[in-house]
């Protein structure tokens, strides 16, 4: 199962549990402004991760990291080694907030769990294995998420 499904897939299918949830309040102003700043934010980071990708001239592909040519450790990843995912946390939690269905909320941090264990750890061990000490040094330093 690691590897095997696109974040970006695995997304769609959180999105569209979150839609299909039972919902307890009605969307208003206060879910509404959450949602739109969680969107912002999770735009601006994912934009931000893909420049700096883009910068490096490496690889994007999420299933296959042992492609990577280079470990990208500036602009956004100063902060999180993990920041496309992180985008993809804010615009779960966007578009439950945007629903006004804070119970959703659940099903983003299933997608943090299952991201965790299907995506990144099987990317680590790839990305520690072929940049060793200095990836190493780099996961001391940066926390996967933000925590």
């Known amino acids: 199962m690691e590897l095997k499904l696109p974040p970006p897939f695995v997304a769609l299918i959180c999105a569209t549990i979150i839609y299909f949830l039972p919902n307890y309040a009605n969307?208003?102003?206060v879910y509404q402004s959450f949602a739109i700043i969680c969107f912002i934010f999770g735009v601006s980071v994912d934009l931000s991760a893909l420049w700096a990708f883009w910068q490096n001239k490496t690889t994007i592909n999420?299933?296959?990291?042992?492609k990577a040519s280079t470990l990208?450790?500036?602009?956004v990843y100063r902060f999180s080694r993990n920041p496309m995912y992180l985008?993809?946390?804010s615009l779960l939690s966007a578009w439950a907030f945007?629903?006004?269905n804070a119970f959703a909320?659940?099903?983003?941090?299933g997608f943090i769990a299952y991201i965790?264990?299907?995506q990144i750890e099987?990317?680590?061990r790839i990305l520690e294995q072929k940049f060793g000490k200095f990836y190493q040094e780099y996961c001391q330093k940066v926390p996967r998420w933000l925590w």
């Open 116 to 118: 965790t264990r299907f």
């Open 87 to 89: 985008g993809i946390v």
């Open 62 to 66: 999420p299933l296959e990291p042992n």
């Open 122 to 124: 099987p990317e680590e």
């Open 27 to 29: 969307p208003n102003w």
């Open 105 to 109: 909320l659940l099903v983003v941090w």
């Open 72 to 75: 990208t450790t500036q602009g």
């Open 98 to 100: 945007w629903l006004g």
